[in-house]
């Protein structure tokens, strides 16, 4: 008899692109089988009647560092508390303060929690110019002491690449990250936004498996340039293998941006929140409302959860472990209720979409240990 099993939901499997009935079994933290409803028996049961069963959701930009950052939230409020598994932090923490962040963030949570480590060896500590004193911001050798001894948990490097950041630094942090990614072969997440530099500039420095996190923006510049078509540079680091990231946030999620970018053919690789203190009550909310606005504008439920699924476990290359469904990975799950009916939704720039239907977290399931929500409340 296994230890726990997840019994009459749909199970949402991003891999197959199916969504269908089924039941789910754990045992030691990890999917032990999947079957036919009421196929499998185990001590615990988790009741998921009407609730879409999906991999853990991963939220791939969060700010989880309330201790010692203006912006942080706890991660359990950014995770389990919201419906999702997997936090990633995105920067707040640079090597400076990494044994801090280590044993008191990631430690306690119920969530779990990875990193992006900000280049920056102040992280976002001192405040939000951290790349502004040029070399003496980093610290190469740290960072790269971190990358080599914490690979479970640092998945890579964090860099915001916008002129209210950078000072006169110009482009050598991004060079000095890519440099410093490249000798662990791990992925660089870089914050866009406000130029200089331009975006064009900023693509032409990365490669497969970057990250482009608030490429949706609505801000001058950005996918279109000035121009009504996508920059050149755009399809050319599409082309090279690097990942378009949603990264709401406060200011960097536009509904006319993303309408545009879809209709040339343009869609995120990913679907992250860019959740901190002074978004989460709006314009953000959570993963599932950053999820809901990617179903209003029209794309398929199937590859909306594999926006915060599958393809999140591949850019943290966990993709064995996480954001599946296949027997033998970590039993990581979310619960999620699809409510139909009318919805207006709010982007960063406070521009108002219809949808017809919403994402509402009903709970989640970390390692074979639920936590379910007790709210039912149709909105959030």
């Known amino acids: 008899m296994y230890e726990l099993r997840v019994s009459g939901g749909l199970l949402a499997d991003p891999e197959r692109g199916t969504i269908e009935r089924g039941d789910l079994a754990v045992h030691h ?14 001590r615990e049961t988790v009741d998921a009647t009407g609730l879409l069963v999906s991999p853990g959701l991963i939220d791939l930009h969060t700010h989880v560092y309330p201790q010692r950052t203006a912006l942080g939230v706890p991660a359990d409020s950014a995770g389990v508390e919201r419906g999702v598994t997997t936090v990633v932090d995105a920067g707040s923490c640079g090597s400076d303060d990494w044994p801090h962040f280590r044993d ?9 929690v990875r990193a992006w480590l900000n280049i920056s060896r102040h992280g976002l500590v001192r405040g939000h110019a ?3 004193g040029g070399r003496r911001d980093l610290d190469p050798a740290a960072s790269d002491d971190l990358l080599r ?18 000072g006169d630094s110009g482009l050598a942090p991004l060079r000095a990250a890519k440099e410093l990614a490249g000798a662990h072969a791990l992925p660089v997440m870089v914050h866009v936004g406000n130029e200089p530099p331009a975006l064009g500039e900023v693509l032409d420095l990365l490669g497969e498996g970057d990250v482009v996190t608030h490429a949706f923006h609505g801000k ?22 690097v990942r378009l990231d949603v990264g709401h946030g406060s200011s960097s999620f536009a509904f006319r941006t993303a309408r545009r970018a879809l209709a040339a053919g343009i869609r995120p690789y990913t679907a992250s929140t860019d959740l901190h ?21 029209g794309m398929p439920l199937r590859e909306v959860l594999a926006c ?6 591949r850019v943290l290359g966990a993709q064995d472990d996480l954001g599946t469904l296949r027997p033998g990975a970590l039993a990581d799950l979310s619960l999620l209720q699809l409510c139909d009916g009318p919805v207006t939704l709010t982007d960063a720039d406070g521009a108002q979409h219809e949808g017809e239907r919403r994402l509402v977290p009903r709970g989640t399931v970390v390692a ?13």
């Open 29 to 42: 933290g990890r999917i032990a089988r999947v079957g036919a409803p009421g196929s499998l028996a185990a």
């Open 104 to 112: 008191h963030m990631i430690a306690p949570a119920r969530t779990r």
């Open 130 to 132: 951290e790349l502004s």
């Open 149 to 166: 001894t914490e690979p479970d948990t640092v998945r890579g490097l964090k860099i915001r690449m916008s002129r209210s950041v950078l």
């Open 220 to 241: 001058p510049g950005g996918l279109f340039g000035t121009g009504p078509e996508p920059l050149p540079q755009v399809w050319a680091a599409l082309e090279r293998g």
């Open 277 to 297: 203190n002074r978004n989460a009550t709006g314009p953000v909310h959570s993963l599932t409302e950053t999820l809901t606005k990617l179903l209003a504008l």
């Open 308 to 313: 915060a699924t599958s393809r999140a476990a």
């Open 368 to 380: 074979g240990r639920p936590h379910l929500l007790t709210h039912r409340e149709e909105t959030v």
